[in-house]
């Protein structure tokens, strides 16, 4: 649990840190104008872009130690049952390093890049559509429009990167027992092939009920730090 808060935290801060900076070199307009001098939604984009793909790179390791840590299904404390492959994090580390090495730490860190370059885009491009469609020209968004905003953008960001999400947990957890997959088009491939269409969408519905409150307060701390910063 401390594991993916913790992940959770660093990741934030660098995709908001990444996505605010760039917006201000490619707007040149400082924070307290934003609402009164918007950005365009291409500049917002490619802001959002960036940001989700600076993000990719620092998420990979710590994606992957979550994904396998989550698949773990031997019970922990039952006498007499198989002892779980990794007992922690920094074991989990440990042993993918030892045996996949430094590239076994950065698998599926390709197939992350993809998902969040593109939908990182278009989150912030929702966050920033939804506030101005419900806020008269030229003012602060309320507290409740940037809640919903977050909460839409968050379930945005899920609807367009799911299909990928699928095909990134699953390269991470290939290899385990034997590969199954020669890259992520094989995967694609093979995982339609046996499953149909609806497996690219596995998964979308809890993902956007838990989306929605998270990013709900995550966009509302954001401005919050923003204002009192600004
Ligand atoms: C890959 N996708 C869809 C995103 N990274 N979307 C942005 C939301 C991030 C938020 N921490 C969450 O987990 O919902």
Redesign the pocket.
């Known amino acids: 649990m401390s594991f993916p808060i913790a992940s959770?935290a660093l990741v934030?801060s660098v995709l908001f840190g990444v996505y605010s900076n760039v917006l201000l070199v490619l707007t040149a307009t400082p924070y307290q104008e934003r609402w009164t001098h918007p950005a365009m939604y291409t500049d917002i984009f490619l802001a959002g872009c960036m940001g989700g793909f600076v993000q990719s790179y620092c998420l990979g390791p710590f994606d992957l130690i979550k994904v396998r840590l989550q698949n773990q299904t031997e019970p922990r404390l039952k006498p007499g049952s198989p002892q779980p492959r990794y007992r922690g994090p920094l074991h989990c580390m440990a042993s993918i390093l030892q045996k996949e090495g430094v590239q076994g730490l950065l698998r599926g860190s390709g197939t992350l890049m993809l998902?969040?370059t593109p939908?990182?885009g278009i989150?912030f491009v929702t966050y920033e559509w939804f506030c101005r469609y419900s806020t008269p020209k030229g003012q602060e968004p309320s507290s409740t429009t940037v809640l919903v905003a977050g909460g839409f953008a968050?379930i945005a960001?899920?609807v367009t990167?799911t299909p990928l999400?699928v095909i990134k947990c699953r390269m991470q957890m290939d290899g385990l027992k034997e590969r199954l997959y020669r890259g992520v088009v094989h995967c694609m491939a093979s995982s339609l092939r046996q499953e149909g269409p609806g497996v690219f969408f596995r998964g979308l519905t809890i993902n956007s009920a838990r989306?929605f409150p998270?990013?709900a307060v995550?966009f509302l701390s954001y401005e919050y730090l923003l204002r009192w910063w600004g």
């Open positions: 959770i934030n998902r969040d939908t990182l989150y968050g960001s899920w990167a999400d989306a998270v990013n995550t």
